[in-house]
C-alpha cells in the first residue's frame, strides 16, 4: 500500500524560511497535495502539483518534486506566527480509486 | 472553492448512543467523503458518499458502524453508532467537483468525545 511520510516537528524563527519535507512511495502517485490544519479548524488546501511537474510557486510558497526520489517538499519563505500550523501532505493515484493518501503531519512552530 | 458546512461542529456524547453528522455543500460537488483523523493522527478514509446508492468503504470500516447517506449532490451525513471511547476523533467531510484531476476540500470537521 502507499505510505507517506513526514517529519513530526519543525521550529523555525519569524522571517526565515521553512521547508516541510514529504517522502511517498507510491511511483504511480498524479497529484500531491498540501493542506494546513490550523487549531480547531479543518484542513485548507495549500497547493498542489502534477506529477509531470517539478516545481511550483504560489506566493510565498514554493512545492518541489523529485519524481526518482519520491521526496515532495513545500518552501514557505518569509515565515511567519500564522503559518504555525500542521502541514500535511498527500498523494492521489489516478483511475477509478482516486483514493487521498496522508502524511504523518509536520507541526510547525514559528517562534517570534 | 464551494463552501462545505459541517454539523456538529463538536459534541461530547455518551457511550452506546449514537450521532449523526451533516455535511452541506453550497454547490453540487461529483464526490464526497468522510474522513476520521483520531487525536495527534493523521487523516484516515472512511468511505466515499455515492448518491442514490450505498456508500463504499474501506478496509476496517463497516456500515453497520458508519452509516451514510448522500440523498442528494449537495449533502451527506454520517452517523457513528454505538459509540465508545475509541471513536473519539475528529470526522471531517470532503469534497470534489469535476474529475480526479481536481483537489478535494475539507470542512472544518466535527470534534467529538465519548464519554
Known amino acids: 500500500g502507499e505510505d507517506v511520510e513526514q517529519s513530526l516537528f519543525l521550529s523555525v524563527r519569524e522571517g526565515d524560511s521553512s521547508v516541510i519535507n514529504c517522502t511517498y512511495t507510491?511511483?504511480?502517485?498524479?497529484?500531491l497535495y498540501w493542506y494546513k490544519q490550523e487549531p480547531g479548524a479543518g484542513l485548507q488546501l495549500l497547493t498542489y502539483i502534477f506529477s509531470n511537474m517539478d516545481m511550483k510557486q504560489d506566493q510565498r510558497l514554493t512545492v518541489l518534486l523529485n519524481k526518482k526520489d519520491k521526496h515532495l517538499s513545500l518552501r514557505i519563505a518569509d515565515t511567519q506566527t500564522g503559518d504555525s500550523a500542521i502541514y500535511f501532505c498527500a498523494c492521489i493515484r489516478g483511475g477509478a480509486t482516486n483514493k487521498l493518501i496522508f502524511g504523518t503531519g509536520t507541526l510547525l512552530a514559528v517562534q517570534p | 472553492s464551494a463552501v462545505i458546512s459541517q454539523k456538529p461542529s463538536r459534541d461530547i456524547c455518551q457511550r452506546g448512543t449514537s450521532l449523526t453528522i451533516q455535511c452541506q455543500v453550497d454547490?453540487?460537488?461529483?464526490?464526497m467523503f468522510w474522513y476520521r483523523q483520531q487525536p495527534g493522527q493523521s487523516l484516515t478514509l472512511i468511505a466515499t458518499a455515492n448518491q442514490g446508492s450505498e456508500a463504499t468503504y474501506e478496509s476496517g470500516f463497516v456500515i453497520d458502524k458508519f452509516p451514510i447517506s448522500r440523498p442528494n449532490l449537495t449533502f451527506s451525513t454520517l452517523t457513528v453508532s454505538n459509540m465508545s471511547p475509541e471513536d473519539s476523533s475528529i470526522y471531517l467531510c470532503?469534497?470534489?467537483?469535476?474529475?480526479?484531476?481536481?483537489?478535494?476540500?475539507f470542512g472544518d470537521g466535527t470534534r467529538l468525545s465519548i464519554l
Open positions: 454547490s453540487q460537488v461529483t464526490m
Open positions: 470532503s469534497v470534489r467537483q469535476g474529475g480526479s484531476d481536481q483537489p478535494q476540500h
Open positions: 507510491d511511483s504511480s502517485s498524479t497529484y
